[in-house]
């Protein structure tokens, strides 16, 4: 089955980039999401992409996906506190079908 | 348009209680899916119902079940409940079609005493 890895923490500084790695492992992913998490809350959908894109960009986020390696990854520009949460990236076959979560990476922004 | 709506948000149950757990899909949205959060296992998912039917079922034991009623609406149970059992619960709905995503809820908390 599908798994999805990514590194589980990062730390930035305030107004620097950030760039959030995901690998994933079933080539007949098609949506591949990024989810954001913040303490006591649930999922807030951020950005998806479709297998067939190779960028995605949308203000501050830029979602890059290298199809050949299965690595897809997020950067956010000009990173702020607000910013501080857990990041998960998921893929799905299909837009209602299950949705593989990876273990999360928790963004520390640093003021 | 309105959201995914969850209830109860929180809850507390003692073992070998059992409870149901509720999720109003947004608008328009027929297929909803399920999913468990703890911080061991991460997120998993749970199973997901379209148009009243099951149509994909997650690694979990029987005592998870859920339904789904004609105005998509769906709600799930959990029988003879463990301590493993606490975690966050997430609902998320979609409509089928290319472009269409799944928006989630916030989540009911679930704590077993």
């Known amino acids: 089955g599908e798994d999805v890895e990514q590194s589980l923490f990062l730390s930035v500084r305030e107004g620097d980039s950030s760039v959030i790695n995901c690998t994933y492992t079933d080539s007949s992913s098609t949506y591949l999401y990024w989810y954001k998490q913040e303490p006591g809350a649930g999922l807030q959908l951020l950005t998806y992409i479709f297998s067939n894109m190779d960028m995605k960009q949308d203000q501050r986020l830029t979602v890059l996906l290298n199809k050949k390696d299965k690595h897809l990854s997020l950067r956010i520009a000009d990173t702020q506190t607000g910013d501080s949460a857990i990041y998960f990236c998921a893929a799905s076959e299909t837009s209602y079908d299950k949705v593989i979560f990876g273990p999360g990476t928790s963004l520390s922004v640093i003021p | 348009k309105a959201g995914v709506t969850q209830t109860p948000r929180y809850l507390i149950k003692t073992r070998g209680q059992q409870v149901t757990l509720s999720c109003s899909p947004i608008?328009?949205?027929?297929?909803v899916s399920w999913y468990q959060q703890t911080p061991g296992q991460g997120l998993q998912f749970l199973f997901e119902?379209?148009?009243?039917?099951?149509?994909n079922k997650g690694n979990f034991p029987g005592r998870f079940s859920g339904r789904q009623f004609s105005n998509s609406r769906s709600e799930m149970n959990v029988s003879t409940l463990e301590l493993g059992d606490s975690a966050l619960y997430l609902c998320?709905?979609?409509?089928?079609?290319?472009?269409?995503?799944?928006?989630f809820g916030p989540g009911t908390r679930l704590l077993v005493l």
């Open positions: 119902y379209f148009s009243e039917t099951q149509r």
């Open positions: 608008s328009g949205h027929r297929s």
């Open positions: 998320a709905s979609t409509s089928p079609g290319r472009g269409e995503t799944q928006y």
